[in-house]
């Protein structure tokens, strides 16, 4: 059975730093993203990662302060969130498809999803 498992959430302060692991199970994944979630709004992109890592794609609101990354080796795929703040908090999701995908923010598009890690930003 095909899991991935989302871990580094927590509580920081704003202007703070977390490292986001999502480790896949039973399967190589060609295309990673990862979404969140803030309370009372709908479910957002933030990050999306090609096979080779050499394609990535971030929501402007991220940009500049969040890196994806992946290890195919480890079959892990991770987020590093620098200079965080309050509006960043949300529950975090990687999500992961087999495909090699073009388009990389479509929720749609993705097959697997963990079980999401909170992230809270304190001002």
């Known amino acids: 059975q095909v899991q991935l498992v989302e871990s580094g959430g927590g509580l920081v302060q704003a202007g703070g730093s977390l490292r986001l692991s999502c480790a896949a199970s039973?399967?190589?994944?060609?295309?990673y993203g990862w979404f969140r979630r803030a309370p009372g709004k709908e479910r957002e992109f933030v990050a999306g990662?090609?096979?080779?890592?050499?394609?990535?794609d971030y929501a402007n609101s991220v940009k500049g302060r969040f890196t994806i990354s992946r290890d195919n080796a480890k079959n892990t795929v991770y987020l590093q969130m620098n200079s965080l703040k309050p509006e960043d908090t949300a529950v975090y999701y990687c999500?992961?498809?087999?495909?090699?995908?073009?388009?990389?923010?479509?929720?749609?598009?993705?097959?697997?999803w963990g079980q999401g890690t909170q992230v809270t930003v304190s001002s």
């Open positions: 999500a992961a498809t087999t495909r090699l995908l073009y388009t990389r923010s479509r929720p749609s598009e993705y097959d697997y």
């Open positions: 039973d399967r190589t994944f060609r295309t």
């Open positions: 990662i090609s096979w080779t890592g050499g394609n990535l």
